[in-house]
């Protein structure tokens, strides 16, 4: 009667485990609190806040506003500028996607897909700063644009809004996660990509702007 016992709660466990698992983990899809924003993003999209936006040849405007500015499909980063690590390896990625838009451009097939980087670092990177990291980096205005949100409370917001995370280390500087997130003409985050995925980030925002046309 013991052994009996012990068996059904061992199996009571392994079935509420199992359960617990599975609706945490969206029926099996996801193991990791990131992977989990990723899928509900796919699921079910985020409308971008309506924040107020700046920076070089970007006049003061509310962020949906700018992104569906031509009725594109914007592929989306976050950095500041003074950054010295995982901020270089998204620039480095933004070049690499710059450049194969303007193949497309220069093969007489535009892709309708434009890049935006925002800035979380708000009170140092002022329109100015922004202009120049935007030189160094070589971005063309017509393809690539940078903003900042003027306003701290607005930028936490967008950043909660979004699941961007950004702390402060207490020297000046960041530890923030990195992705591509691809908006959709009607301003909607559609889909975030790791770095790493950058071609099938690009291919998934050519699909899309495909479509919308």
């Known amino acids: 009667m013991l052994l009996l016992r012990t068996a059904l709660l061992s199996a009571t466990l392994v079935l509420c485990g ?3 698992a599975r609706w945490l983990t969206y029926d099996f899809q996801v193991w990791t609190d990131e992977g989990a924003r990723r899928l509900e ?9 309506p924040v107020t936006v700046q920076g070089p040849a970007v006049t003061a405007r509310d962020l949906p506003t700018l992104l569906i500015d031509g009725r594109g499909v914007t592929v989306v980063d976050f950095f500041y500028a003074h950054c010295e690590t995982v901020c270089l390896s998204q620039g480095s990625s933004f070049q690499q996607l710059q450049s194969a838009l303007q193949a497309d451009q220069t093969q007489g097939h535009p892709a309708g897909v434009r890049l935006l980087s925002i800035s979380f670092d708000g009170g ?3 329109p100015a ?6 030189q160094g980096l070589r ?3 017509a393809l690539w644009r940078f ?3 003027p306003d701290a409370a607005q930028q936490a917001a967008l950043l909660q809004r979004l699941g961007v995370v950004v702390v402060p280390d207490g020297r000046g500087d960041f530890e923030h996660n990195a992705a591509l997130l691809v908006f959709d003409a009607r301003g909607h985050m559609v889909r975030i990509f790791d770095l790493a995925e ?16």
């Open 18 to 20: 199992w359960a617990s």
């Open 41 to 49: 993003v796919a699921l079910h999209p985020v409308k971008a806040p």
């Open 124 to 126: 140092r990177d002022d």
């Open 129 to 134: 700063t922004l202009a120049s990291y935007a």
């Open 139 to 141: 971005a063309d205005p």
């Open 147 to 149: 903003v900042r949100v």
């Open 198 to 213: 950058q071609q099938l980030a690009l291919d998934y925002a050519r699909h899309l702007a495909g479509g919308a046309k």
